[in-house]
């Protein structure tokens, strides 16, 4: 899962989770193979209570069960899983209760620390909530109360479009996630990274855990990968653009003790102002700022004023040696090292500056 792209000059359209997907197929699925007949499209009930009406593109049956599929429309949002087709087979148990199961191109859990056990596919309890509400309101309008249904999610393509999220380092192999906590994709929200990074964390510590490496991305995550070799997979956190919220996710878990924090110099030039959510869309570097940073440092006021002429933080290098004695980077680094202190102030906190060919800075307290 990578950044946020830009956001469009335009008024953006919602659009619906997975989780709302695999619910209407469901419906769906559950509808055809209780009546028999051909469902075109199915209402279902989001839980914020706004009714949303599905389109049924494709439906199969066979010996007693049914199956009916949708296409993903997440609206203006670049998700991973827009226009994906996300299916449900569906037939009837004996048990009297609710079975799910994942299909093929839904991830299964293979690490404690997410909301759904090991073993279990990885349907989130929002959308299987969703899921056994329509499914026990069909039985119970066809007088089938003492019936259960069996619900396996599918996802075509599911697995290729899973190397583009954040779940192989969840522990959810072999395909996506059916997420959503309110049915609604809202553009640009980023929630589902966020998301992300706090499981990433629970995952961490209910693996053993006490430390986090945390880095923008798998660029700097390799770079810092030189100092930190035998760094396990689990402890290794991508914050992307928010650092806030990535503290915030810290500092409420007491089992995690300390970090060691990789950012590139661009990101670090705004997080030092106090900027934790650096995407370009929110935040621009200030060079006043860091001309007042290079001024504190020592530097004289012919060379501080440089940094008025650039375009691009990531120059800064043109002006200062990249190197771990240089007062500017060090001072720098001493200011991103104070925002997220003061976010999470219980955890022991190293700062690690990567300039764009993979040089490291370490921040000296």
Not at 37 to 54: M, Q, R, S, Y
Not at 255 to 280: C, D, F, P, W, Y
Request: some cysteine.
């Amino acid at each position: 899962m990578g950044e946020l792209q830009d956001i469009p000059d335009k008024p953006l359209r919602r659009g619906y989770t997975t989780g709302a997907c695999a619910t209407a197929a469901t419906k769906a699925s559950l509808l055809a193979l209780i009546t028999q007949k051909k469902v075109t499209h199915v209402t279902i009930t989001l839980p914020i209570g706004e009714v949303v009406t599905f389109p049924i593109i494709q439906s199969t049956n066979g010996d007693g069960w049914y199956r009916c599929s949708v296409i993903k429309d997440a609206g203006d949002d670049p998700d991973v899983t827009n226009k994906a087709q996300i299916s449900a087979k569906v037939h009837l148990n004996s048990q009297g209760n609710i079975v799910f199961k994942g299909g093929e191109g839904v991830g299964m859990v293979t690490l404690p620390g997410l909301e759904i056990p090991v073993g279990e596919p990885a349907i989130n309890p929002v959308p299987r909530q969703m899921m056994e509400t329509v499914c026990k309101k069909l039985l119970s309008d066809h007088q089938l109360e003492k019936k259960g249904v069996t619900i396996e999610i599918a996802v075509k393509d599911g697995a290729t479009l899973a190397k583009r999220t954040l779940n192989s380092r969840l522990g959810i192999i072999g395909g996506i996630s059916i997420l959503g906590t309110t049915g609604i994709v809202t553009p640009f929200s980023a929630a589902s990274y966020i998301a992300s990074i706090e499981q990433g964390i629970d995952v961490a510590v209910a693996n053993g855990n006490t430390t986090l490496l945390i880095n923008s991305g798998g660029r700097s995550e390799k770079a810092l990968k030189k100092i930190f070799p035998k760094v396990t997979e689990t402890t290794c956190i991508h914050y992307g653009n928010w650092i806030g919220e990535t503290f915030e996710k810290i500092n409420k878990t007491p089992e995690i003790r300390k970090v060691s924090m990789g950012i590139m110099l661009g990101k670090a030039s705004k997080l030092a102002q106090g900027n934790t959510n650096t995407h370009s869309n929110k935040t621009t570097w200030n060079k006043e700022f860091i001309q007042k940073i290079a001024e504190e440092a020592g530097y004289s006021k012919e060379t501080s004023e440089k940094v008025l002429a650039l375009n691009m933080a990531g120059r800064l290098r043109e002006i200062f040696t990249f190197a771990p004695d240089e007062p500017f980077y060090q001072r720098l680094l001493q200011e991103c090292y104070k925002q997220c202190h003061n976010i999470a102030p219980n955890v022991t906190l190293n700062m690690y500056l990567i300039s764009n060919d993979n040089q490291i800075i370490q921040h000296r307290k």
